[in-house]
């Protein structure tokens, strides 16, 4: 498929001219395998790295099928996109709007922590396409403003963790609410054999196209840990930041409060920084996000909120100042990076309480991470309970690792896409009950 063209795959000539305007010839490989399955109907779990095009690998079927269907009368749902976080459906809306600005179609994106007010308004003018948070659609579809009746093609983007983090019953009622003759697509960068099968609950005899092992982080990043005591973290992440090559950094932390701490610290210490996490409000977050992309922001500090919803271009570094506890929380933080064909670099900052986590990385992605400096010092600490950020227990523990430890922890998250300051729920609620998102 090495010479295939986005004209070859026999889309609409007005998704063609969009397509052109953004430079957009040869499809990548999730695409050039997905696309001509789609446009027959398929249902489909599609699987590949972060970066590599699933936006438009299911956007540009659908819009396609959308296009050659006459609509009579006022316009209502036929495509639902359901995503995880506000960013993620934010993102969507934007690429869809470039994928159909040649299209008479209409969309709206529908999330929580900003008011019904103008969400409301655009439902009631009528749309083809809905992109929504579960919580908020379900607030819409129970006071009456829309109904899911019409749905074609129902598309759950970062399906695992919409199945992994207290969405699950939110997207059996959503599901119950639209018509059982449906395309569904279920896409991510990861997929647990557990998910995948409880995805089988909201498909018809799906296609499988995976076009890299799962959780292998791109190529194209280089990938290091330095082994730091917990208490100089901030330190020696300020030593870091003295190399100018790493002009724009996403760095991640495990709380909203620690992410507050490391931001205000880099400020007092003249280095230009933005936190983004659930306790912000979203007109707060967008900004950062904008600033950030501007490159007026140097260093953008996130919960894991941003892990999968932010699409930033130019982004050099992802510092991990505290190691996930999920260890496919890493492939898709890193992915932030080397987006687009460019390069990027990964650096781990991994304490005593944290080397379970990296363990469990290691063996999730099939390497161990380059150590820069000295390699680790002195026995293995439990990791830090959840009120110290995050808690969980690392998993692939080797002989001498970190001590299980049997914690309680939330299935859901807050208005931020959930999973911040908790590790993942008991087995017993792992699908919880929870709403993450409203």
Not at 195 to 214: C, S, T
Not at 354 to 360: F, W
């Given at each position: 498929?090495?010479?295939?063209?986005?004209?070859?795959?026999?889309?609409?000539?007005?998704?063609?001219r969009?397509?052109?305007?953004?430079?957009?010839?040869?499809?990548?490989?999730?695409?050039?395998?997905?696309?001509?399955?789609?446009?027959?109907?398929?249902?489909?779990?599609?699987?590949?790295?972060?970066?590599?095009?699933?936006?438009?690998?299911?956007?540009?079927?659908?819009?396609h099928?959308?296009?050659?269907?006459?609509?009579?009368?006022?316009?209502k749902?036929?495509?639902?996109?359901?995503?995880?976080?506000?960013?993620?459906?934010?993102?969507?809306?934007?690429?869809?709007?470039?994928?159909?600005?040649?299209?008479?179609?209409?969309?709206?994106?529908?999330?929580?922590?900003?008011?019904?007010?103008?969400?409301?308004?655009?439902?009631?003018?009528?749309?083809?396409?809905?992109?929504?948070?579960?919580?908020?659609?379900?607030?819409?579809?129970?006071a009456?403003?829309?109904?899911?009746?019409?749905?074609?093609?129902?598309?759950?983007?970062?399906?695992?963790?919409?199945?992994?983090?207290?969405?699950?019953?939110?997207?059996?009622?959503?599901?119950?609410?639209?018509?059982?003759?449906?395309?569904?697509?279920?896409?991510?960068?990861?997929m647990?054999p557990?998910?995948?099968?409880?995805?089988?609950?909201?498909?018809?005899?799906?296609?499988?196209?995976?076009?890299?092992?799962?959780?292998?982080?791109?190529?194209?990043?280089?990938?290091?840990v330095?082994?730091?005591?917990?208490?100089?973290?901030?330190?020696?992440?300020?030593?870091?930041?003295?190399?100018?090559?790493?002009?724009?950094?996403?760095?991640?932390?495990?709380?909203?409060?620690?992410?507050?701490?490391?931001?205000?610290?880099?400020?007092?210490?003249?280095?230009?920084?933005?936190?983004?996490?659930?306790?912000?409000?979203?007109?707060?977050?967008?900004?950062?996000?904008?600033r950030?992309?501007s490159?007026?922001?140097?260093?953008?500090?996130a919960?894991?909120?941003?892990?999968r919803?932010?699409?930033?271009?130019?982004?050099?570094?992802?510092?991990?100042?505290?190691?996930?506890?999920?260890?496919?929380?890493?492939v898709?933080?890193?992915?932030?990076?080397?987006?687009?064909?460019?390069?990027?670099?990964?650096?781990?900052?991994?304490?005593?309480t944290?080397?379970?986590?990296?363990?469990?990385i290691?063996?999730?992605?099939?390497?161990?991470?380059?150590?820069?400096g000295?390699?680790?010092?002195?026995?293995?600490?439990?990791?830090?309970?959840?009120?110290?950020?995050?808690?969980?227990?690392?998993?692939?523990?080797?002989?001498?690792?970190?001590?299980?430890?049997?914690?309680?922890?939330?299935?859901?998250?807050?208005?931020?896409?959930?999973?911040?300051?908790?590790?993942?729920?008991?087995?017993k609620?792992r699908?919880?009950?929870?709403?993450?998102?409203?």
């Open positions: 498929m090495t010479d295939m063209t986005f004209k070859a795959l026999g889309l609409a000539e007005p998704i063609l969009a397509l052109k305007k953004r430079a957009y010839e040869t499809p990548t490989p999730i695409q050039a395998q997905a696309i001509p399955a789609l446009m027959e109907g398929r249902d489909m779990i599609g699987i590949a790295q972060t970066g590599t095009g699933k936006t438009a690998a299911f956007s540009l079927p659908i819009l099928a959308l296009a050659a269907e006459e609509v009579k009368g006022r316009r749902p036929r495509a639902l996109i359901l995503a995880p976080t506000r960013e993620l459906a934010i993102q969507i809306g934007e690429e869809m709007a470039g994928y159909a600005a040649h299209l008479k179609l209409f969309h709206t994106v529908v999330f929580g922590g900003v008011g019904h007010g103008n969400q409301i308004k655009a439902l009631s003018r009528g749309v083809d396409i809905v992109i929504a948070t579960p919580g908020r659609l379900l607030d819409h579809i129970k009456g403003h829309m109904n899911l009746r019409g749905v074609e093609h129902l598309v759950m983007d970062e399906a695992d963790r919409m199945l992994d983090m207290g969405f699950v019953n939110d997207v059996r009622k959503i599901c119950a609410e639209t018509p059982r003759e449906r395309q569904t697509l279920l896409f991510s960068a990861t647990e557990e998910i995948a099968k409880l995805a089988q609950d909201f498909l018809n005899d799906p296609i499988r196209v995976e076009v890299a092992p799962q959780s292998t982080p791109i190529d194209r990043i280089k990938q290091t330095r082994h730091v005591d917990g208490a100089s973290k901030t330190s020696g992440l300020l030593v870091l930041l003295e190399d100018r090559d790493m002009e724009k950094v996403i760095l991640f932390t495990r709380t909203k409060h620690r992410a507050d701490r490391v931001a205000r610290e880099l400020d007092r210490a003249g280095i230009v920084a933005d936190a983004i996490h659930g306790g912000k409000a979203q007109n707060a977050r967008q900004r950062a996000i904008k950030f992309g490159g007026s922001v140097r260093v953008l500090v919960t894991d909120i941003a892990a919803g932010i699409d930033i271009g130019g982004v050099t570094h992802v510092v991990n100042y505290d190691l996930p506890n999920e260890p496919e929380s890493y898709h933080r890193i992915g932030r990076t080397a987006r687009a064909g460019a390069t990027g670099e990964a650096i781990a900052l991994c304490d005593a944290e080397r379970g986590y990296l363990r469990s290691e063996k999730l992605i099939r390497m161990e991470l380059e150590i820069v000295e390699g680790p010092k002195g026995p293995d600490l439990p990791p830090p309970a959840r009120g110290g950020g995050g808690g969980g227990r690392p998993g692939g523990q080797r002989r001498g690792g970190a001590p299980k430890q049997k914690q309680q922890r939330r299935a859901g998250g807050n208005g931020g896409g959930g999973g911040e300051g908790q590790g993942k729920p008991r087995r609620r699908y919880g009950q929870k709403r993450a998102e409203g």
